[in-house]
């Protein structure tokens, strides 16, 4: 154990022949979600077609938060036992995280256009997530912010981790502001009536979401992992 | 008799070994110089017996008791001296050194004990002037008075000469030997020649691994994981 | 107790001596707010519509420029690294730097805030709530700006990077600080407003600390 990259042999053996199983899973399910999201699923009738962003907007809206709650998990196993590879999975969720909650807030203003008749209404839960964004920005600015790569990953650790604590805190204060100033949230997504015939894409859409982050972030991983080494064999020439 | 003893420390700085598989003990009294060459961790050791930096592996124990049990009780008997001095610009010498013994727990004795140290290390004049006036050997000596000014059983020192002249190191060395027949013990990192009867040298060479070992575990990676 | 207040009346006399950093925090204040007539137009009732949020926005962003200095002076002179091998509990030392760093930036605000709130045209019903509330709340910015600028020590870029850790963390303070003044005015019951900032200050005085306290470990590492 004379150094922090010991151990990612046994994890890359292991995570290897997930990635292919990871992106045809991704491929398949995305396939069958667009197919139900575009077919299946019926026109809501007051917000005809446009209802379908829906399938796109709410799974990338729970990627954002899943993966910033993951990505606290994954800090805390880092900080708290050291776990290289705990720490190369955070770091590796933070873009993932962030192009989801990205790509929620822009199916969120496409949706919103059609229906407010504006590409911006400060809804709560478009608040809450641009709010979440730059959770993310600050985040990942941190992490580079360091010459050494060690001091990137302790910091931003403590900071997810202050973060995760705000997160439901934001969140509340943010719908309370909501609702003082607007009353009515147009996107209603979720909630207990919803129809089987719109259940199964939203299932199908978001497992799909599920498999492509596994997928880039065991990308992401292995090549954190190989600049790990080249930085090593630099080091190596360096005292050489 | 209580003994300061490291056992099996490896020290990880970056994704560098600095050294690994150090032992060393020190009694009450006692006194070690460390030595090796530019990068060998002597700086680093003395920053893992402080308890800045956490061992990689191994252990530092105060009679027989893990120091990461209770990192404040080891702060409490311990006197660091760094590479920088830690002297406000704005604060007089005095001033300075008050916090410092203040916040060690020096109450009502605290000016007296200051005055004390600065005359000591020969600096009882400059003790109204504010820190920025003062010389780089001026500020090296008030951040030594610093520690004579409130008592702490280990001393740990990096590199204490920097800036000193003769006569000053020699004042320090009075200190350091008037500080161990009281039975306090002392760690030297240091170029310059400081005498220390009898103190036990410490090559951090002996440790530095080469650096194909340094490296073997992560070029090992490498070769392992690609068939 | 006695190495906690030793620590805040060295901050403070730093503060004093190095001077005008608080007068500086409380003239970017004003400066800030005086520009918003220019912005929005000096109609009375315009003005009194965004003074409470102008005056929360523009002592936020006060409160957040002297943040920067709270760890990095004594970062850069090897202070921070005895005050992290003083026998104090890390998390007190913190605690102490952020409580010099409310009595320098965060008292001052309050102080002139009624002097903003005259300029903004604030309703004179909202003076006591709107110092109140700066009361209650800036404590929390100290707390939660530590933090951060814990964890900027050694890095490349400080100041701007501080901000985009911190205002996000900020909004929840902003937003019940502005509600507590606008319901006073309103003439409504302004007390659930007051006990959330109560209840942010509550949890942030033991968990900031604590946070700071484990950043400045790893930065002096």
Redesign the interface.
């Known amino acids: 154990?004379?150094?922090?990259?010991?151990n990612?042999?046994r994890f890359?053996?292991l995570s290897r022949p997930l990635v292919p199983v990871m992106a045809w899973a991704t491929v398949l399910l995305m396939a069958a979600g667009l197919y139900m999201t575009f077919f299946t699923a019926p026109a809501d009738y007051q917000q005809g077609q446009s209802v379908r962003i829906m399938y796109v907007h709410v799974p990338s809206a729970w990627m954002g938060l899943f993966c910033y709650v993951g990505m606290a998990v994954a800090a805390a196993v880092g900080?708290i036992w050291r776990h290289s590879l705990a720490d190369l999975v955070a770091k590796a969720t933070a873009p993932i995280g962030a192009a989801f909650t990205f790509l929620s807030l822009v199916t969120g203003s496409l949706w919103g256009k059609p229906m407010w008749g504006t590409y911006w209404v400060w809804d709560a839960r478009l608040t809450s997530m641009l709010?979440l964004l730059?959770?993310y920005?600050?985040y990942m600015?941190?992490q580079n912010?360091?010459?050494?790569?060690?001091?990137g990953f302790?910091?931003s650790a403590?900071?997810v981790?202050?973060?995760v604590?705000?997160v439901p805190?934001?969140k509340?204060?943010?719908d309370?502001?909501n609702t003082?100033h607007q009353p009515a949230s147009v996107i209603k997504a979720g909630g207990p009536s919803i129809h089987p015939s719109m259940l199964w894409p939203l299932l199908v859409m978001s497992l799909a979401f599920t498999t492509y982050y596994v997928w880039v972030l065991l990308l992401r991983v292995h090549a954190e992992?190989a600049a790990?080494?080249i930085?090593?064999?630099r080091?190596?020439q360096a005292?050489? | 008799m209580t003994i300061f003893a490291g056992e099996g420390l490896?020290c990880?700085r970056?994704?560098?070994?600095v050294f690994?598989g150090l032992d060393f003990a020190l009694g009450p009294g006692g006194a070690l110089v460390l030595v090796g060459p530019n990068g060998s961790g002597k700086s680093s050791l003395l920053r893992l017996m402080a308890g800045l930096l956490r061992p990689?592996?191994g252990a530092l124990t105060w009679g027989g008791a893990a120091v990461a049990e209770d990192p404040e009780g080891h702060n409490g008997r311990l006197h660091y001296v760094g590479h920088l001095d830690a002297v406000k610009p704005v604060l007089s010498v005095t001033e300075n050194l008050l916090f410092w013994a203040r916040l060690r727990g020096q109450g009502a004795a605290a000016p007296d004990r200051v005055a004390a140290a600065l005359a000591t290390l020969g600096i009882g004049h400059l003790a109204d002037l504010p820190g920025r006036f003062l010389s780089a050997g001026q500020k090296r000596r008030v951040n030594l008075a610093r520690i004579l000014a409130a008592p702490a059983d280990l001393w740990l020192l990096d590199e204490p000469t920097t800036a000193l002249d003769r006569a000053s190191i020699a004042v320090l060395e009075g200190a350091i030997a008037a500080h161990r027949a009281g039975g306090g013990r002392v760690v030297v990192s240091t170029h310059a020649d400081i005498a220390l009867d009898g103190a036990a040298a410490l090559d951090l060479a002996d440790f530095t691994?080469r650096?194909e070992?340094?490296?073997?575990?992560?070029?090992g990676?490498?070769a392992?994981?690609e068939p | 107790m006695r190495g906690f207040l030793a620590i805040v009346r060295r901050d403070l006399s730093l503060a004093v001596r190095q001077g005008m950093d608080s007068v500086m925090v409380v003239m970017f204040f004003v400066l800030a707010c005086v520009l918003f007539p220019f912005g929005v137009g000096p109609e009375p009732n315009v003005l009194a519509r965004i003074a409470a949020g102008v005056i929360w926005v523009a002592a936020l962003l006060a409160a957040m420029l002297s943040l920067e200095r709270l760890f990095q002076t004594d970062y850069e002179d090897g202070s921070l690294e005895l005050l992290t091998l003083s026998p104090l509990a890390l998390e007190v030392v913190v605690l102490a730097k952020i409580v010099a760093h409310w009595l320098t930036t965060g008292l001052p605000l309050i102080v002139a805030s009624p002097l903003l709130a005259v300029l903004m045209n604030l309703d004179a019903a909202g003076y006591p709530y709107m110092v109140l509330a700066l009361a209650l709340g800036t404590p929390s910015l100290s707390l939660i700006g530590g933090?951060g600028a814990a964890?900027?020590l050694?890095?490349?870029?400080g100041g701007v990077?501080l901000s985009?850790?911190v205002?996000?963390?900020y909004?929840?303070v902003l937003?019940?600080g502005v509600?507590a003044v606008d319901a006073a005015i309103g003439g409504f019951e302004a007390k659930a407003q007051f006990l959330?900032l109560g209840g942010?200050l509550l949890a942030a005085l033991p968990?900031c600390p604590w946070?700071g306290a484990?950043?400045l470990r790893?930065?002096t590492e």
């Open positions: 154990m004379f150094n922090r990259f010991a990612p042999n890359l053996r900080l709010v730059f959770l920005l600050g600015a941190l912010a360091f010459d050494d790569p060690e001091r302790k910091a403590i900071l981790l202050v973060g604590i705000n805190i934001i509340f204060s943010v309370w502001w003082l992992i790990s080494k930085r090593a064999l080091m190596r005292s050489a | 490896v990880i970056g994704e560098r070994t690994a990689a592996a691994l650096p070992q340094v490296f073997a575990g992560i070029a990676t490498g392992e994981a | 933090v964890l900027i050694g890095s490349r870029r990077l985009l850790l205002l996000p963390l909004i929840p937003i019940f509600s959330v942010i968990l946070a484990a950043a790893q930065a």
